[in-house]
């Protein structure tokens, strides 16, 4: 083999390796850059479970808070309930010297304000019933929340109308 020969040879082999580097050098290029897409995508997915996660303790808290919400406002009702009911049933008791002097004008007029007042306690209760029911169908939107709220002032003054 002559020196021309030996380089020629060397030459076609180094071209080979160049070219063999460079298919290398480009399968890796390519993969590099999958990678970093999956990187990339890897990231966003964990961006979203932490907004996820966020987003589940918020809905927690306004479940709790709801539930405080309610148990209040039940506790509230019954409150009001019990005085409505101890209200009813102070009217139903007559008192001693109006039974003295018309036993039987009073029973007449005891039956009448009976059947009135058990019928009043039974539309106290259902309203109060519907209430509740309403009170426990909360939607989840904030802007409908308040036309479903109990209105205190509105029950408080029911019962200061029982006490005349």
């Avoid at 029973?107 to 519907?130: L, Y």
């Avoid at 209430?131 to 939607?139: A, L, S």
């Amino acid at each position: 083999m002559t020196n021309a020969e030996t380089i020629n040879k060397l030459n076609e082999a180094l071209e080979k390796l160049i070219n063999a580097y460079e298919i290398l050098q480009n399968s890796y290029d390519e993969l590099q850059n999958d990678n970093d897409k999956l990187n990339n995508e890897n990231s966003e997915l964990k961006a979203k479970i932490d907004d996820i996660e966020s987003e589940k303790r918020d809905l927690e808290d306004n479940v709790n808070i709801l539930q405080d919400n309610t148990e209040k406002d039940s506790s509230n009702i019954n409150s009001m309930l019990s005085k409505i009911e101890g209200l009813l049933s102070k009217k139903n008791e007559p008192s001693p010297i109006k039974k003295e002097k018309n036993d039987i004008t009073e029973d007449s007029k005891k039956n009448e304000q009976e059947k009135v007042d058990e019928h009043s306690k039974s539309e106290a209760r259902e309203s109060i019933e519907e209430i509740i029911v309403n009170t426990d169908e909360k939607p989840s939107s904030e802007n409908d929340s308040s036309e479903n709220k109990i209105d205190l002032n509105r029950m408080a003054s029911l019962l200061n109308g029982f006490n005349n």
